[in-house]
T-cell receptor, first 112, second 115 residues
Framework: RKEVEQDPGPFNVPEGATVAFNCTYS??????FFWYRQDCRKEPKLLMS???SGNEDGRFTAQLNRASQYISLLIRDSKLSDSATYLCVVNIGLYNNNDMRFGAGTRLTVKP | NAGVTQTPKFRILKIGQSMTLQCTQD?????MYWYRQDPGMGLKLIYYSVGAGITDKGEVPNGYNVSRSTTEDFPLRLELAAPSQTSVYFCASSYARVTHTGELFFGEGSRLTVL
């Protein structure tokens, strides 16, 4: 089983749609959770952290379910500029409390 | 605002050749990392460093070496390149442990092909 698993997609949605991505992780001792965004042939960039109580940043909402070892990202009112690959990232704290494990990513294309 | 700078951006190597990927950051970050990203796979940690003079292995260190003589620089050395090392390599840095902030600052990546 992969440490961090994501549906690879691609998700093709029209502008204005709501889309949700899911991620599961295998290490129950994982400490912290994040979503990164990676544009085509570019470097990953932090989108948002994921907190146990759930958190929102504009059109983006992240949820964490520690019991099910499941993370989600919801994007409302999709924009063309949201087209990217979304990486689920889990800090399992194995190496010196700083061990980030990346999912393979979910590709999103938002169409006019 | 240079951030994390990697060179070269592209390189083709022959099997058995060696090369060094350069990485430098101007943010005075203590932590630096090297990842590789293969198609359909998540980024894998090769080596990391928590400060000048200190390096340690990540998930996939075989075939690579690193050094950290200064806070700014963290070069990655490939000895005896193999086709399995064909990948995109990302250098990253962070100010401290990213347990809560999660923010790694990445360079633009180096695409390496071994033929």
């Amino acid at each position: 089983r992969k440490e961090v698993e994501q549906d690879p997609g691609p998700f093709n949605v029209p502008e204005g749609a709501t889309v949700a991505f899911n991620c599961t992780y295998s290490n129950s001792a994982s400490q912290s959770f994040f979503w990164y965004r990676q544009d085509c042939r570019k470097e990953p960039k932090l989108l948002m952290s994921v907190y146990s109580s759930g958190n929102e940043d504009g059109r983006f909402t992240a949820q964490l379910n520690r019991a099910s070892q499941y993370i989600s990202l919801l994007i409302r009112d999709s924009k063309l500029s949201d087209s990217a690959t979304y990486l689920c990232v889990v800090n399992i704290g194995l190496y010196n409390n700083n061990d980030m494990r990346f999912g393979a990513g979910t590709r999103l294309t938002v169409k006019p | 605002n240079a951030g994390v700078t990697q060179t070269p951006k592209f390189r083709i190597l022959k099997i058995g050749q060696s090369m060094t990927l350069q990485c430098t950051q101007d943010m005075n970050h203590n932590y630096m990392y090297w990842y590789r990203q293969d198609p359909g796979m998540g980024l894998k940690l090769i080596y990391y460093s928590v400060g000048a003079g200190i390096t340690d292995k990540g998930e996939v260190p075989n075939g690579y070496n690193v050094s950290r003589s200064t806070t700014e620089d963290f070069p990655l050395r490939l000895e005896l390149a193999a086709p399995s090392q064909t990948s995109v390599y990302f250098c990253a840095s962070s100010y401290a442990r990213v347990t809560h902030t999660g923010e790694l600052f990445f360079g633009e990546g180096s695409r390496l092909t071994v033929l």
